[in-house]
C-alpha cells in the first residue's frame, strides 16, 4: 500500500487546487500520537469540517474535539444529520433527519414528497413526542386529533383492531364485537377469567362477578342499592 504523509496542524495545510487520484493512498496527520487529520472544504483551517482523531480513531463533523466514534455538532443553528432518497432525476425531497436541540433533545423528523412532516421528539427528562416537538408528559400527541388519532395494541385489519383513540373530541376505547374488556386484580396481565373483577362484552353487556353475562348488567352474588 502507498501512503503519503501530509502534515495537518494549526499553521500549515496543503491545498489541493486540482482533482487528486488518492486510490492507495493513505492520509496522515502530523503525528502518530497527538496529529489529527483535518479534512476541509475552505481555505479556514481552523474550521474543521471533518476531524478524524488518532487516539481511538474518532471522527468528529462540525467538532474539533470528538470523544465518540463519531460525533456531530450541530451548532446552534437548526442542523443535523439527514438521510435522503433521491429520484431518479436527482431530487432529495424523501429524507429522514435527525436534530439534536440545545437542551439535549433529539427530534427526528420524516418528510415525503407530498409534503406530509411527522416528528418524533425525545427529550432528556424521558418525556416522547409523536407529532409534539414539545412534550410535557411521558407520551404526548400534541394537538393531533382530527385525524383522528389513535393507538392500536393490535392490528388485524377493519373491524378486528383493538386501541385508543380520539375522534370528533371523544375519547375511544375500541375492540372486535366478539372480544370483550376486562378489569382484573393482580397488578399484572392475567389468563382470561383469572382474578376479574369486571367484564364488558363487545355486545355490551356487563358483568359482575361473571365472565359470561346474559343481559345489559349481570351480577352474580350479593348487591346492595340505596336511594
Not at 376479574?196 to 350479593?222: M, Y
Request: charged share 15%; glycine share 16%.
Amino acid at each position: 500500500v502507498q501512503t503519503c504523509a501530509l502534515p495537518i496542524s494549526q499553521s500549515t495545510q496543503t491545498p489541493w487546487t486540482s482533482n487528486i487520484n488518492a486510490a492507495g493512498y493513505t492520509l496522515y496527520g502530523n503525528n502518530t500520537i497527538g496529529g489529527s487529520l483535518t479534512l476541509d472544504s475552505t481555505s479556514n483551517i481552523g474550521k474543521g469540517s471533518v476531524i478524524i482523531q488518532p487516539g481511538g480513531g474518532y471522527v468528529g463533523i462540525g467538532s474539533t474535539a470528538p470523544d465518540k466514534t463519531l460525533e456531530v455538532n450541530t451548532g446552534a443553528g437548526d442542523n443535523g444529520i439527514r438521510i435522503s432518497y433521491n429520484t431518479s432525476a436527482g431530487s432529495a425531497t424523501n429524507y429522514a433527519q435527525f436534530i439534536a436541540g440545545a437542551d439535549g433533545d433529539l427530534v427526528i423528523t420524516t418528510v415525503d414528497s407530498d409534503g406530509a412532516v411527522g416528528h418524533i421528539s425525545l427529550m432528556p427528562d424521558g418525556n416522547v413526542g409523536i407529532g409534539d416537538l414539545a412534550p410535557v408528559s411521558r407520551l404526548s400527541f400534541g394537538t393531533y386529533y382530527d385525524a383522528p388519532a389513535h393507538i392500536h395494541f393490535y392490528d388485524g385489519g377493519a373491524t378486528v383492531r383493538y386501541g385508543v383513540g380520539i375522534r370528533s373530541s371523544e375519547t375511544q376505547f375500541f375492540i372486535p364485537t366478539t372480544a370483550h374488556f376486562s378489569f382484573n386484580a393482580g397488578g399484572d396481565l392475567q389468563v382470561s377469567g383469572t382474578a376479574e373483577l369486571v367484564r364488558i362484552q363487545g355486545d355490551g353487556k356487563v358483568g359482575i362477578g361473571t365472565t359470561a353475562p346474559k343481559s345489559p348488567l349481570h351480577k352474580i352474588g350479593r348487591a346492595s342499592c340505596r336511594e
